[in-house]
């Protein structure tokens, strides 16, 4: 910032205070002139990761949601100074913004005070940054939807803080975190194990088991609940990122277990498939605070999945219901493959159904906890779910995706009468595979097995290795095809490493499976495993057509690319889309608009836009307030027939006390000397002959204490620094601006031009704003115009290079003053723009050029 201090050093024997306070303002002026390059040229980086697929990490999309997020409220602090109370407005607009952030990225903001625990009833959506997306999903389909959840209650992330600092565990969990290393199973089970140790024995403070204990008796006491579960909701958990499986449920809990359950579940979340989710994600502990839903337990005669869309089929119209009978533990955890029956989303008819054998289902045992026991045998072949309740579960899960606006991932269960209940919700990832190409003849090619389900689609070559157990996982090879009897714990920690994995028993809708899609490991379900695939043989995996092939089938893996770029599916991808979504588009473009408001910036960069825009007009409306005063305002004096008053603010200030005139040879400028000079070469159009009093006004005197809002469009008046300049040009029936900054920091320069209005019809201003587009454009610059209203504007170049081009600029707006007038088409606009090139010399790039006028 020692670019921005000299900027405003200044003698301090100046004797008004006025003028003080001028030069206070124009210092948060630049510094908000500064912040705004900072967050533009962070979401320009942001964007160009998307653009140009780089590899990046949670790291980065954290800490450049930082440095926007910090940019944007000192900006608006800026604002405050510069315009008063008017612009505190922006604080609560930045917030409505923000909590749409942190919906898509939870504990972005940090743990922040809150209630200890929250029922159901009271939360929604908008308290995942307290509960959990988890919590805060069920509390929303509970209270604004109207579906039917469960009775419960979130423990909050607060509270998990308050349970950490009552026992001083952070420090050493975060010293045992940063010591293990996550490629080594052996090293994360010994760090989890110390650190679940140390969490077990830490004691629950009185304050929050009385909390627990107040709500668990007013859910008792209004409907008769007696049994609980208790499920984890971290911060984080069920967004882009699922953390599907990684942490623990527990089911069937007594009262008198509540406690001793919440201190499990956060023990839960130091798993060793937990530290090497997050940290192979580049989450950091920190963020993940562990919420706790405690829930209503339900007596399940069926429970399952629902998927609104086909994940792996993206064109397929299709709803997905998993199903088996009990408890839905056996499902997400694999141990069971599930019925499947597919519905049409438009008309609501089963497609297909696929009956699977169910030999066992889980239970509530009758003191606590579950129980496996056995499917009647003349029911282990028979579907799971009733024609009336495949309806009914359809109908919830289309209101559900509506609602939320993506498809949907909900787990659900069917109680002994009969009802209904949701008991999550979640994103679903959709897998978009390329299916146009056509397939490669395999005639030569040898299968030696085929069947089951794809779970994540794609084609991989490796050696097959058979892992049976989590103990087995530390010696997989690097780039084999995993084969395992069913999802175990562990998986997780294997799925970066391998080309593919084939499962004998589970379905598309398990914890493993959702893993599978969010690391794009092609995977197959469901298929017998045969001697066929043997340990070490070399084999090919089409996971679209559940077939595995001998040898290396390098025709197979190419035809099953999937859609868009090489990381596009990623869920880090995915999750940057999301946010620059809220902070990157701008729909606040013309500031002479009735609906330039504050009420209507969506995003950040409204935000930015608009602070920008309206920092310029408190500046001129500052310096008019000083219009009457001669010692600190002066008058340009100039050949050209146009009368632009200056206000000077630095240190160069001084040199004119008193003085009335800045002579145009002398400017204090470099960035206003250079646009000057452009238009003393050009010289003044000369078919104009009103007189320069009659042509322009100026800014009328403001000495009373009422406030005017002076604004920058109506006048000709110009505000100047040595590197910095912004002035107002009234010429006649259009207003130019230009902005600019020319430091000896390539970073912080730019150049910034907007124009309204005219003397011609709609159709010809328009024309002209092409006409000046198409020749700018060519200069380097970019185009955000609409309509009659030109934006434009070019950055981080050298100094010398944009005096280059502000002196051009000065050049055409002389060249282009009257031009309306004379533009009746297209084709003599393109005529126009072509003769001022040429006179400026400005080399046409064929690539730049704007195609206006083809």
Not at 199 to 218: F, R, W
């Amino acid at each position: 910032m020692n670019w921005f201090k000299k900027l405003i050093q200044r003698d301090q024997t100046y004797p008004s205070e006025l003028f003080d306070s001028l030069q206070l303002k124009f210092k948060h002026f630049l510094d908000l002139l500064d912040q705004n390059n900072r967050v533009l040229k962070t979401i320009s980086d942001m964007e160009e990761k998307l653009r140009e697929e780089f590899l990046f990490d949670m790291n980065y999309v954290t800490s450049s949601l930082e440095d926007v997020r910090s940019g944007v409220l000192k900006m608006i602090d800026c604002m405050i100074v510069l315009g008063g109370d008017d612009y505190k407005k922006l604080q609560s607009r930045y917030k409505w913004i923000d909590d749409e952030i942190e919906l898509i990225l939870p504990g972005s903001r940090g743990i922040v005070p809150d209630e200890l625990t929250i029922n159901f009833t009271d939360l929604g959506k908008n308290r995942a940054w307290s509960v959990g997306s988890k919590n805060a999903h069920l509390g929303e389909l509970k209270a604004s939807l109207k579906l039917p959840v469960p009775d419960g209650f979130a423990i909050t992330a607060w509270a998990y803080k308050i349970f950490l600092e009552h026992n001083d565990l952070q420090a050493r969990i975060t010293d045992l975190i940063e010591s293990v290393d996550i490629t080594h199973y052996d090293d994360l089970a010994r760090i989890s194990g110390q650190i679940q140790s140390i969490v077990m024995s830490a004691k629950v403070p009185d304050i929050i088991i009385e909390d627990i204990n107040l709500t668990l008796s007013q859910i008792i006491e209004s409907d008769d609940v007696k049994r609980f579960s208790m499920r984890s909701s971290a911060i984080g958990e069920d967004t882009l990122f699922s953390f599907a499986g990684q942490y623990r449920t527990y089911l069937n809990v007594r009262v008198e277990d509540i406690i001793d359950r919440y201190r499990l579940v956060v023990a839960s979340k130091f798993t060793p498939k937990a530290i090497y989710y997050f940290l192979s994600h580049s989450f950091s502990e920190l963020d993940l605070a562990m919420s706790v839903g405690c829930v209503e337990m339900i007596d399940a005669h069926s429970a399952g999945v629902v998927y609104t869309r086909n994940p792996v089929v993206a064109d397929d119209n299709c709803l997905i219901i998993s199903s088996i009978f009990g408890l839905g533990r056996y499902l997400v955890d694999g141990l069971l493959t599930p019925d499947e029956i597919k519905i049409d989303r438009d008309s609501g008819q089963v497609q297909e159904t696929h009956i699977a054998t169910k030999p066992v289902q889980l239970a509530l045992d009758k003191n606590s906890g579950t129980i496996e026991i056995p499917v009647p045998i003349d029911l282990q072949n028979e579907i799971s779910i009733s024609p009336e309740q495949i309806v009914e579960l359809t109908k919830f899960a289309l209101q559900i995706e509506e609602y939320y606006g993506t498809p949907q991932d909900l787990e659900w269960v069917i109680n002994r009468e009969g009802d209904l209940k949701i008991l999550q919700t979640r994103p679903l990832r959709i897998i978009e595979t390329d299916t146009s190409s056509s397939l490669p003849p395999d005639t030569n090619l040898e299968r030696i097995a085929e069947g089951g389900e794809t779970v994540c689609p794609g084609a991989a070559h490796g050696r097959i290795f058979h892992v049976t157990s989590p103990e087995n996982l530390i010696s997989v090879p690097r780039g084999t095809i995993l084969v395992v009897p069913h999802s175990f714990p562990g998986l997780v920690t294997v799925m970066e490493r391998v080309s593919a994995m084939i499962v004998e028993v589970g379905g598309v809708a398990s914890h493993m499976a959702t893993l599978a899609r969010e690391y794009g490991l092609p995977t197959i379900t469901g298929m017998k495993i045969t001697e066929k695939l043997k340990q070490g043989s070399d084999a090919t995996v089409d996971a679209n057509n559940c077939v595995i092939y001998k040898g290396f089938a390098e025709e197979i893996i190419k035809s099953r690319k999937n859609k868009g770029g090489l990381f596009e599916d990623m869920p880090i991808i995915q999750l940057l889309k999301r946010i620059l979504d809220k902070i990157s588009p701008l729909t606040l473009i013309n500031p002479t608009s009735s609906k330039f408001v504050i009420d209507n910036c969506i995003t950040l960069h409204d935000i930015t836009r608009f602070s920008h825009q309206k920092a310029m007009s408190e500046m001129f409306r500052s310096a008019g307030e000083l219009q009457g005063n001669s010692e600190f305002t002066h008058q340009l004096r100039t050949k050209i027939p146009l009368k632009v008053n200056v206000m000077l603010i630095g240190n160069q200030a001084k040199d004119y006390l008193g003085d009335k005139w800045i002579e145009d040879s002398n400017i204090p400028s470099a960035p206003m000397a250079a646009f000057w000079s452009g238009i003393l070469e050009q010289k003044w159009p000369s078919t104009h002959s009103q007189s320069q009093d009659d042509k322009f006004s100026t800014i009328p005197t403001k000495t009373n204490s009422s406030r005017k809002k002076i604004s920058f469009e109506e006048s000709s008046f110009a505000v100047i620094s040595r590197e910095y300049m912004v002035i107002s040009l009234h010429l006649g029936y259009h207003f130019t601006s230009v902005e600019a900054m020319c430091t000896d920091i390539a970073g912080k320069n730019y150049i910034r031009m907007q124009h309204k209005g005219g003397g011609a019809t709609r159709d010809r201003r328009i024309l002209r704003v092409h006409v000046i587009e198409t020749i700018l454009s060519n200069l380097g610059f970019t185009n955000a115009s609409r309509g009659d209203f030109l934006d434009t504007s070019v950055g981080y170049q050298d100094k010398e290079t944009l005096l280059e081009k502000l002196k051009l600029l000065g050049r055409m707006i002389m060249c282009t003053k009257q031009l309306d007038m004379a533009l009746t088409n297209e084709t003599l606009a393109k005529w126009h723009s072509d003769d001022i090139m040429r006179k400026l010399g400005i080399e046409q790039h064929k690539e730049n050029t704007i195609d206006y006028f083809d």
